[in-house]
């Protein structure tokens, strides 16, 4: 029987604020990587709400997507001691928009030791410590200018009605 292809798929906050870029600080089995807020689609979420939802989890700040930045495709292969190779295709979905305020009582997501804000010469001088090359990529695209309407990514009303 073959087995079908499933690539991982994520949604990223793209936010930048005078110059700077928000990045995460979080503990991995490669060691303090740096990311965009960053994490996988739920069941029963549009990628727009799972955007918003990782960047509060990631950075306790409230964060409305207001474009799609890019749609990207990346690869990682790692082998962990003892273990398998490992092979996954992640499908990310970028968004750029506004941040909000810090939600009171809100604290940071597991393995997320802190945010940083840095300018695009510290996220290039730091591409060893990124956790995907996508944190590179869509910083550039956005310093571009790259940006698409929200409705590129249309949800169907059944990923809603169908949830657990």
Request: glycine share 8%.
């Amino acid at each position: 029987m073959n087995m079908r292809w499933k690539p991982s798929v994520t949604v990223a906050a793209i936010i930048e604020r005078d110059g700077r870029f928000l990045l995460v600080e979080e503990e991995t089995t490669e060691g303090l990587m740096l990311n965009n807020p960053a994490g996988h689609l739920d069941p029963g979420e549009s990628p727009v709400e799972g955007c918003a939802r990782e960047a509060l989890e990631e950075t306790t700040h409230r964060f409305t997507p207001t474009h799609v930045l890019g749609i990207y495709l990346s690869r990682l292969q790692r082998q962990r001691p003892g273990e398998e190779m490992e092979d996954i295709t992640y499908l990310r979905f970028a968004f750029a928009g506004t941040l909000g305020d810090v939600v009171p009582g809100a604290q940071l997501d597991t393995g997320i030791v802190r945010t940083l804000w840095l300018t695009p010469d510290e996220i290039r001088a730091s591409a060893a410590r990124h956790r995907s090359p996508l944190v590179q990529r869509c910083m550039e695209d956005h310093l571009r200018g790259q940006r698409y309407p929200l409705d590129l990514v249309y949800t169907d009303t059944s990923v809603q009605l169908l949830q657990k």
